[in-house]
């Protein structure tokens, strides 16, 4: 991990200290995060800087093209790894630059719902698990947007670390878009799940 990485999550992680006082359940299963993929539901802006500040190791992230429009901001942008992707299309040369980031050992940080508004989770992470055969560790974060409340005290941000979902658990998968689906719908669900384990916590 680079020097400056290391500073930016420690004050990343100071600060959810501070105005969110943070939690992290199961935080043991973080050290299997290497090299796999971590899918995690999507409220905030603050979910991707949140989830790869807590990882180990340093994770690449797709993010919104649009964010790349800025020339310094871009700059930044890739400096921690964030990889443009198109918004409401299939983006195959931004999926492919995740996949081969998977196949050189690297993490991947992926939202399966794709953005904040979504109401259907996106096949890509299917397409990219299938392709590279890597597994998928499911991440659920609640409150990151609910500021006033968790610097009041009221709430807090949890941030729950489920079971790795690996490619053969599933039965007879084949290269199809159906199938970039079911893995989808799958780890979706399973985030969903840690969501009702956080309100028993």
Known sequence: MRSIYRIVIFLIRAYMRVFFHYRIINKDKLKEVEGCIV?????????????GSILPVEINTLAKKELFKIPLFARVLRFFNAIPIKRGTIDRQALLEAEKKLIAGQSLLIFP?????????????????????????????????????????????????????????????????????????????????????????
């Not at 899918?39 to 989830?51: C, E, T």
Request: aromatic residues 6%; glycine residues 6%; neutral net charge.
């Open 39 to 51: 899918a995690a539901n999507h409220i905030s802006a603050n979910d991707p800087p949140f989830i």
């Open 113 to 201: 719902e794709g953005t904040r508004k979504s109401v259907r989770v996106k096949a890509g992470i299917g397409m990219i698990a299938m392709h590279t055969g890597k597994s998928i560790i499911p991440v659920q974060i609640s409150n990151s947007d609910k500021f006033w409340d968790c610097f009041l005290g009221r709430k807090r941000v949890i941030i729950t670390i489920g079971d790795k979902i690996e490619l053969s658990d599933f039965k007879d998968l084949t290269d199809s878009k159906d199938d970039y689906r079911r893995i989808a719908d799958h780890v979706m669900e399973k985030i969903n799940e840690l969501a009702y384990d956080n309100k028993n916590s």
